[in-house]
């Protein structure tokens, strides 16, 4: 019976991978076709983040379909037509900004320069909106005109992602920068799962067990700083201290 469940899982794993690579392959041609009919400006940036939206959330609906993935998604209910929030989150996997993108269609995300320059992924992150992170300086500039634009801007502070059974290592001060450069209030969230699929060093066709959970939660909320050292210091320290304090794991996933 043992066997016969680890195979059922197994088989189960790899096909959803396949199915999830022809969604992304539809998610990148519907950019690019939204590139061909509309120039650049806030018009193609906010369908492309309707498209990708959906195109997430069916991901999501799919995975939870065969199987493979659990998530509680309902403390983000409260954010979806929320504006103008700089978003910060710990960084468990690399399913997270999926995730979150299927549940919050007004989010933007801070993006690694190998991330957005990718021809596949990339296209949709540049399309969307999506903010490609090089240095402090260039990031705060583009958040800025995505706040305006009604967007919320998440960042996974940590800079990279935490590997498996470790703490949130130390935060990069820029939410807090951007904040105070736009009076914007600063909302953690707090990702909780036991699944090592996907974290720092775990490969991406190694099936973890199975179902993956995720739970997402909202810290407390923070005013916009002001726009001090002291002020941002403490934002930073703040901070670090709700998602170190507040990350807890989920129950063992059963396969």
């Known amino acids: 019976m043992f066997r016969l469940s680890a195979l059922s899982a197994c088989v189960r794993f790899y096909a959803a991978l396949l199915g999830i690579a022809v969604i992304f392959l539809a998610l990148d041609a519907g950019s690019c076709l939204l590139r061909g009919l509309f120039p650049e400006g806030e018009k193609r940036r906010r369908l492309a983040r309707h498209w ?9 609906r799919f995975l939870h379909r065969m199987g493979i993935l659990d998530c509680d998604l309902r403390d983000l209910t409260s954010l979806r037509d929320e504006t103008g929030l700089v978003l910060v ?4 996997s690399r399913l997270d900004s999926l995730i979150l993108a299927a549940a ?11 991330i957005w320059e990718r021809p596949t992924l990339g296209t949709t992150l540049r399309t969307a909106g999506y903010i490609r992170h090089d240095s402090l300086l260039k990031l705060i500039g583009p958040a ?3 706040l305006k634009e009604g967007c919320q801007v998440l960042l996974f502070p940590e800079g990279t992602r935490s590997r498996a059974d470790e703490e949130t290592g130390p935060l990069q001060p820029g939410f807090a920068a951007i904040a105070q450069r736009t009076r914007s209030a600063v909302q953690p969230i707090l990702i909780e799962t036991s699944s090592p699929y996907l974290s720092q060093g775990w490969p991406f066709l190694r099936r973890p067990p199975l179902p993956m959970r995720y739970q997402f939660r909202l810290a407390p909320r923070f005013p916009a700083p002001a726009r001090d050292e002291a002020s941002g210091r403490a934002l930073v320290e703040t901070t670090a201290r709700v998602l170190k304090q507040g990350v807890t794991k989920t129950p063992t996933q059963n396969a």
Do not use: Q
Request: proline share 7%; hydrophobic share 40%; glycine share 4%.
């Open 104 to 114: 919050l269609p007004r989010m933007v995300c801070v993006t690694k320069a190998s």
């Open 144 to 146: 800025t005109d995505r």
């Open 52 to 60: 990708l939206h959906c195109v997430a959330g069916f991901s999501v």
């Open 89 to 92: 989150a710990n960084h468990p």
